[in-house]
């Protein structure tokens, strides 16, 4: 598939006269999905997709658009050269972009994962044949990602891997449900039983009798997956330099300095684990990590190449909507095995749901309990509980109500599949946090 | 590329029990200018096939952006191999024989085509809005937008079905943001939810410039009025707020794939079960909702959906009683429920589930002034800017732009961040008058996102304002 794009790149790059530059960014995914429901195939199939977005610049202007391939050079080519044509027609009407910028040194990277061949038929009978006698639902992707950058100034990147990624959830006769994820590149019979074996623990203690919660404050636990929910809002403009000057993102008061968090608190954008890109759309090399927030403080923003010359400072490579991609939180001291002892009386919250802000302005979010919660006494599990509306500040949150975060952090692979499967993931830690207010 | 497309696909359809074959082309043009500057303009083209394969009590798909004859017969391929694949592991296995020959063409009326104005108009234009946005001294952040996306679809199967449809619409949007004591407020041109099958004629019904004016003046305001008090009290809700009640409240706990379990890992499921169908009281006599794909200029107005079905109106509820779901016709043979013509995909890469397409609340008989009178001490709330509901759809929090009090029958003064929580189960019980078609609006929103692997679909909303008793409003820290 490189040498493919390369092929193509090297078509479109012939066709330019001096005064143009050309920017390609080339997005291909094969993916299997399988969709469950009650143990059983609700839907399977094959996508296979490749796009390729390009990207125009002439004196100043910027156009782009971006059509579909077939691979096969006879029928992609002459469309790819009406597109350039197009692009060169229409590009004269717009005016000058100020904040127009793209990489003009030349940075190669190969990012290349083994290849596993992974048996989507063969996974899918393991899975059916694991759940036949319990009521489970989710979906399983898998398949090869590969992302492409190459530009007319002789810059070419590229990122491909295979993975997988099984997300589910079973269900219990009361209608309480466990969920469950499973990503990896390649499938591990082992760790795969150690979860089922882990689901159907959980589930003998999700059908104990339902504890009702009334509204009122607790002291919880958030699990690595309803935090990555809390850090998800935080991600709405918060780490954005952008969103940050013009008032829109949640923790505007941090970055002014009249707020701060709990000193264990630090974030970062980490892209060490190779799972992200780390080429930017317009060529930038991202950095390996950039400090958001340590010690309580916010540190840094993630800064794209436009806010850059919108604001004079320096930028990071961060994409124009300047959220995390491959955010961590640093761990903390208390012993993830020992949870429900540091809890002891509370509320365990495997996950939420359903997270948007009530005051943006004071980082104030609301959301619900969904997945796998459960009430917890003198250090052990009682029951699950109702669902139940919470509604927090962040500064709470991470701040003046926080207890501590565990010492074992949790690798969370999206499992989004909009348009195409995601790459994003986080690296997040368990807390503690008392007085946790729940409203309805 | 439809006669093209015919003659190359129909004979390679493969001799099965069912198959279908479905092009997509989608086009996508989004303009903005914020802050005065042009940003980068996006034009994208998109376009597959989805091969979908019912045999022998299997079924597959296979769908591929390679639209050579070779790339066809690979997703042919592709998808009888899942189809043998799945043989006797799957959830439900339809009635193929209750499918029916559909054949016919629709076509979005555009009196004045989007490829009719140039872009150099259509970026001007913006601009004009843009310096409109920024009639306040404190306004910080402003930008205008126009987004056009069309979508043709053809239908083909082994029934010797033969559709043709291409839906165009454009989505207008303005947001302003104020700044007062390091707090900022922001107007929101109706929460983005203007979008309507239409052509750039809109601009011919919107006066966007008076629009901007108003939206600036009205954030500026926002931005140094109190915070909403916290009271039961009874709302008066604007269409731009009432869509987003009737998207979340009623069109997602009817969906049939949720109440039969399909989404329970991922978008939810539902407090609605198949026995309340017929009998259950949802609301107060005067809500009434239908499933209406025939609604001129209405965002998923249609004649067939994705699996061939002719699209018709319905009533969801009538009266306040639930009569009929959102469910497709394979859902509706799951559960022995009438089906209505909602099974919908987002594109060629992604297979048709349940989906609301126009779902609408009738109008009544109220002016909008006869339902402010009626008032003694309320809340008028316009614009959504946040919500959360429950995965059964029933405890909900929603949050609106603007607040205006009411007292004594009159609109007295403004309230920033107010919000209100409910259960939908006595919410709609307490709707008490619906206004008239003076207070109605088509809109809809493009970004309705269900289904593993996730799908964004776009959902037309048309409803007039309405007054609930007994809410629980409150309002920011």
């Known amino acids: ?440 | 590329m439809d006669k093209d497309f015919i003659n190359i696909v129909k004979p390679m359809l493969p001799k099965v029990d069912y198959c279908s074959i479905r092009f997509v082309n989608k086009y996508n043009n989004i303009i903005n200018a914020t802050r005065n500057v042009l940003e980068p303009v996006v034009i994208s083209e998109d376009e597959g096939v989805m091969v979908t394969v019912f045999h022998n009590g299997g079924s597959g798909y296979g769908a591929t952006s390679n639209l050579t004859k070779e790339g066809i017969q690979q997703a042919i391929n592709s998808a009888i191999d899942w189809a043998e694949f799945s043989k006797g592991k799957l959830t439900y296995f339809p009635r193929l024989s209750e499918m029916k020959t559909q054949s016919g063409n629709y076509f979005t009326t555009e009196d004045k085509p989007w490829s009719q104005v140039s872009m150099k108009d259509k970026a001007d234009f913006l601009m004009v809005i843009n310096r409109a946005l920024r009639s306040k001294s404190n306004i910080t952040n402003w930008g205008a937008g126009i987004r056009h996306n069309s979508i043709e679809t053809l239908f083909l199967d082994t029934n010797d079905s033969n559709i043709h449809q291409k839906i165009s619409y454009i989505l207008p949007q303005m947001i302003v943001s104020a700044e007062h004591k390091k707090e900022t407020q922001t107007r929101t041109f109706g929460g983005h939810a203007h979008a309507r099958q239409i052509g750039y004629d809109i601009f011919d019904d919107i006066n966007m410039i008076e629009k901007a004016k108003q939206l600036s003046e009205e954030a500026a305001e926002l931005s140094k009025s109190p915070n909403c008090e916290n009271k039961i009290t009874q709302a008066v809700i604007a269409p731009d707020q009432m869509i987003l009640q009737v998207h979340e409240s009623i069109g997602h706990p009817l969906e049939l794939d949720r109440i039969l379990g399909d989404e329970r890992n991922y978008a939810g499921s539902s407090f609605v079960t198949p026995d309340m169908f017929g009998n259950y009281t949802y609301g107060s006599k005067c809500l009434n909702v239908t499933f209406n794909p025939t609604m001129q200029s209405q965002l998923a107005s249609c004649k067939f959906d994705d699996d061939g079905t002719n699209a018709e109106k319905q009533y969801l509820i009538k009266d306040g009683v639930l009569l009929r779901p959102i469910g497709g016709l394979f859902s509706s043979q799951r559960t022995n429920l009438d089906y209505v013509a909602c099974s919908r995909a987002s594109s060629w890469n992604r297979p048709p589930i349940d989906r609301m397409g126009n779902i609408n609340l009738e109008p009544g008989e109220n002016t909008f002034d006869q339902i402010i009178s009626s008032v003694d001490d309320g809340i008028f709330l316009e614009t959504n800017n946040s919500w959360s509901i429950d995965d059964k759809r029933n405890k909900f929090q929603f949050g609106c732009e603007r607040g205006t009090l009411i007292k004594n029958g009159k609109l007295t003064n403004v309230v920033k961040n107010p919000n209100y929580r409910g259960i939908t189960e006595n919410f709609w019980k307490n709707l008490s008058k619906v206004g008239d078609m003076d207070t109605h609006k088509i809109l809809g929103t493009s970004n309705c996102g269900k289904g593993e692997p996730n799908q964004t679909i776009f959902v037309g909303h048309a409803t007039p304002t309405c007054l609930f008793n007994n809410v629980d409003v409150f309002g920011g820290v």
């Open chain 1, 1 to 440: 598939m490189k040498d493919y794009f390369q092929q193509i790149s090297k078509f479109l790059f012939n066709q330019l006269n001096s005064s143009e530059i050309l920017i390609l960014n080339f997005d291909a995914e094969k993916t299997d999905f399988v969709r469950f429901n009650k143990g059983k195939i609700r839907q399977a199939g094959n996508v296979n997709q490749i796009n390729l977005i390009i990207n125009l610049i002439f004196k100043g202007k910027t156009l782009r658009t971006s059509i579909r391939l077939s691979t096969n050079f006879n029928k992609d080519s002459k469309p790819l050269a009406n597109i350039l044509n197009f692009l060169r027609r229409e590009i004269v009407e717009l005016p000058n972009d100020p904040y127009l910028m793209y990489e003009k040194d030349q940075n190669f990277t190969n990012q290349v994962m083994q290849n596993n061949n992974i048996d989507t038929h063969l996974i899918t009978d393991t899975i059916i044949n694991k759940f036949k006698l319990l009521d489970m639902v989710g979906v399983l992707s898998s398949g090869n990602i590969i992302k492409g950058f190459s530009n007319s100034l002789g810059q070419i990147n590229w990122h491909e891997s295979e993975s997988f990624n099984f997300d589910w959830s079973v269900y219990s006769k009361n209608g309480k449900a466990i969920k469950q994820n499973y990503s990896d590149q390649k499938w591990n019979q082992n760790i795969f039983d150690r979860l089922f074996l882990e689901c159907t623990q959980k589930l003998n203690v999700i059908d104990y009798q339902e504890q009702k919660i009334m509204p009122g404050e607790y002291k919880v636990y958030l699990s690595p997956s309803a935090m990555n929910e809390i850090i998800d809002m935080m991600s709405w403009g918060g780490f954005s330099y952008k969103a940050n000057k013009i008032g829109s993102s949640p923790l505007h008061l941090m970055s002014k300095g009249k707020k701060e968090l709990n000193k264990i608190v630090s974030f970062s954008e980490n892209l060490t684990n190779g799972i992200s890109p780390k080429f930017h759309s317009d060529g930038f090399i991202k950095p390996e990590k950039t400090n958001l927030i340590v010690n309580g403080k916010y540190n840094n923003s993630l800064v794209s190449p436009r806010s850059s010359l919108e604001y004079s400072v320096k930028h990071n490579a961060a994409e124009y909507y300047e959220s995390p991609v491959s955010i961590e939180l640093e761990p903390g001291d208390i012993k993830t095995e020992e949870i429900l002892t540091s809890l002891n009386d509370g509320i365990y919250l495997n996950n939420l749901w359903y997270l948007n802000f009530s005051d943006r302005n004071n980082g104030r979010i609301t959301g619900l309990t969904r997945f796998g919660c459960f009430k917890v006494a003198n250090g052990e599990y009682v029951g699950p509980i109702n669902t139940m509306r919470f509604d927090e500040t962040v500064y709470n949150i991470l701040g003046e109500k926080l207890i501590g975060l565990t010492d074992k952090q949790q690798l969370l692979m999206d499992s989004s599949t909009y348009e195409e499967r995601s790459t994003y993931n986080s690296t997040i830690p368990g807390a503690l946090v008392d007085s946790f207010k729940m409203t309805l």
